[in-house]
């Protein structure tokens, strides 16, 4: 009688990610009613319900955002006429004009479309980017003077401004006119420009709300060119670097901006900018069709831009010299344009160096020193010497999905003072945090999830005490683990091509928009091994009707994770895989935990039955047999040994009898593909 000891074995495992999963309420009626109305799959319709849209008029305009009836931005933006007049008023008269841009993605993006569109429409124009080590953020007083100095008329803000009120007044004070372009929070008190355009001064219900600051250099320099007729050739270059600016600044992917990205996303391939067909060539991103139904050939996805481009042009911002990126995102030369994007390259690739050296450093000072304090702080504060401030964003970032708290990491900017980065938690305001320690800091700003802050190093202790006090009075014990937001349930029988292209529709996804996220219960890990720096590569399998069925995935930065235990629950999105000519459909896993209901690896039959077979060359033989214990399932190989398996259990017996038999994990090749072989013959 088989050994009724065998139970199921799951390898153990140190830790797993620690994560709460919101699995958003299935609407079955709602989804079939939307999918039949729209022609699409329920499972699509799920998404769109998931993301606020209900009725197939907002389908409509999500699905189809070219059919937006959009008011003239001259309409919206109270202070657009006015900046147009002053830009025109400059070229006419050869007025030298300056642009103050910021040293991120956003901000260098928005400084290169002005500077091409205002050159190409005949201004006087330079520009000038603040220094991240010695300046920090936005215009000051010292760029103001040198500007008046070198003779500038007109300073023209990008990404950057609305809260520099001295500076704004300096440059009024020498005679020189401002014009503000910005889309950060209103100060209480607005700088006393000659124009301000900001989408968040005008109505909550326009389109153009979320953009981003390179989107309002966009829409002033479409307005300048059109008032001056001289359109033609200037709205592609100036739609890429929108794009590029859009996506790598986060900015939310709805109204206008999934509008105007759907459209750059297919002119970046073809763009005749020097600078980006450089930085596509360089980076190895290649475009892929745009949809099935699609007629307008190959196109960029916004993660190509999310994880390839726009990290090489924030490296440059952060650890390097904008300039660099300026001058490959205006230049003309292609042999230029590579050598600057080599440059970004090779300081990409020093940023990641950093990272992983800064955020190793940081987890072992955590482990050794807070991790036993986090439940009680429910923050974590980590500051230590001769970290590089252009990259501790990223590793607070990272410290935040590994523990599930909020992060506020800093260095020594000197021996006095202490200067850093925040993210937060969706219960968790980082600004009302900060705000909250205002008599402690120095200058300090942000938004709800994220911002920045300086301190004198003599308070750092108070600090810490003050911020563990506030987080103490908005967060519960079950917030401090990071939210994972999942769509809807998939099975691995449902995730094909089709189902693929399907989610084509939903794209350009992004903030707002977000990738969909499935998830799976009880699937086996059969296979899975390091790669690259500390990342899991795995081969998962799923029986879907006694049919057995796999699927490749890939867990970055899961290295202490490994290994995975062989029965989880994971959350995943879906990426095609090109590779030799080959496309798979493969997961990204973003979220595991143990499977809570193991499933039976197969259900046999319930009656008795013999049959034979072969399998990669070999015969067999099999039966299903009757015992106390219920069925269980018998194959025999020409040699004589002997694979058991009992009805509801993923831990069989191989042996010559059962005496010396050895347990064996079913759920694993060759065991699981045998087994297969062998129920279908018995079918």
Not at 37 to 65: H, M, V, Y
Not at 126 to 150: L, T
Not at 242 to 259: E, H, K, M, Q, S
Not at 534 to 560: M, P, S, Y
Request: some cysteine.
């Amino acid at each position: 009688m088989l050994d009724q000891s065998i139970t199921e074995i799951v390898k153990p495992t140190t830790r797993l990610p620690n994560q709460r999963w919101q699995i958003a309420p299935e609407n079955k009626i709602l989804a079939q009613n939307l999918a039949d109305l729209l022609n699409i799959s329920p499972i699509i319709s799920q998404l769109l319900i998931n993301r606020g849209i209900e009725t197939p008029e907002q389908a409509q305009l999500f699905l189809d955002p070219e059919s937006l009836i959009l008011p003239s931005p001259l309409e919206d933006f109270p202070d657009l006429a006015a900046s147009v007049e002053l830009l025109q008023e400059a070229i006419a008269l050869e007025t030298k004009i300056a642009i103050c841009g910021d040293y991120d993605a956003d901000g260098m993006t928005s400084t290169a479309l002005l500077l091409r569109s205002l050159r190409a429409l005949g201004a006087n124009v330079d520009y000038a980017i603040p220094s991240r080590m010695h300046d920090g953020y936005g215009i000051n007083q010292r760029i103001v003077e040198e500007f008046e100095r070198e003779g500038v008329g007109l300073i023209l803000t990008v990404d950057n401004g609305i809260s520099a009120f001295e500076p704004i007044a300096r440059a009024r004070e020498l005679g020189l006119k401002v014009i503000i372009t910005d889309h950060h929070d209103i100060p209480q008190k607005l700088p006393p420009a000659n124009a301000i355009l900001n989408p968040k001064l005008i109505a909550e219900s326009s389109p153009y709300r979320g953009i981003a600051g390179v989107g309002v250099a966009y829409i002033l320099a479409v307005c300048l060119a059109q008032q001056l007729g001289e359109i033609k050739g200037l709205v592609a270059p100036m739609l890429a670097l929108f794009t590029l600016g859009t996506i790598a600044d986060l900015a939310p992917l709805v109204g206008v901006n999934r509008r105007w990205v759907k459209r750059g996303l297919k002119l970046l391939p073809k763009s005749q900018l020097a600078g980006i067909q450089a930085l596509i060539q360089i980076a190895g991103v290649q475009a892929t069709e745009a949809g099935e139904k699609s007629q307008n050939g190959k196109s960029l996805k916004p993660e190509d831009i999310g994880f390839r481009l726009g990290p090489r042009i924030n490296a440059i911002g952060r650890i390097g010299n904008p300039q660099i990126m300026i001058e490959l995102l205006t230049t003309d030369d292609f042999g230029v344009a590579i050598e600057r994007a080599m440059q970004c390259e090779q300081t990409n690739i020093q940023r990641q160096q950093m990272c992983e050296e800064i955020g190793q450093e940081a987890i072992a000072i955590v482990e050794d020193l807070y991790i036993n304090s986090l439940q009680t702080d429910r923050v974590l504060v980590i500051v230590k010497e001769n970290w590089h401030h252009g990259v501790i964003g990223i590793v607070a970032s990272r410290l935040l999905e590994r523990y599930g708290v909020p992060v506020f990491i800093g260095t020594y900017e000197n021996e006095t003072i202490i200067r850093g980065s925040a993210r937060g938690i969706p219960e968790f305001n980082v600004f009302e945090a900060l705000e909250y320690c205002d008599d402690l800091l120095g200058k300090y700003g942000g938004h709800k999830a994220a911002g920045g802050f300086s301190l004198p190093a003599e308070n750092l202790q108070e600090w810490r005490s003050r911020l563990a006090k506030f987080a103490n009075q908005c967060l519960e014990p079950q917030h401090l683990k990071p939210l994972l937001k999942i769509d809807a349930e998939a099975n691995l029988n449902q995730i094909n091509q089709q189902l693929y292209q399907q989610l084509n529709i939903l794209h350009p996804c992004g903030i707002e928009n977000p990738d969909p996220v499935f998830w799976t219960a009880n699937v086996q890990v059969v296979e899975q091994k390091i790669v690259g720096k500390g990342h899991i590569k795995l081969t998962l399998t799923q029986i879907v009707e006694n049919v057995r069925h796999e699927i490749k995935a890939i867990a970055w930065r899961w290295g202490d994770y490994f290994p995975l235990p062989s029965a989880l629950d994971i959350a995943y999105k879906l990426r095609e895989n090109n590779f030799n000519g080959n496309t798979n459909i493969e997961m990204e896993l973003i979220g595991v935990r143990l499977a809570n209901h193991p499933s039976p690896f197969f259900t046999l039959p319930s009656k008795p039955s013999r049959g034979t077979f072969e399998h990669q060359q070999r015969q067999y033989s099999c039966g299903i047999y009757q015992n106390d214990l219920g069925s269980e399932l018998r194959i025999k190989n020409s040699e004589g040994k002997i694979l058991v398996m009992q009805s509801g259990n993923n831990i069989g017996l191989l042996g010559l009898n059962r005496q010396e038999a050895k347990k064996v994990d079913l759920s694993k090749k060759p065991y699981n593909e045998i087994i297969q072989a062998a129920i279908q013959s018995l079918s």
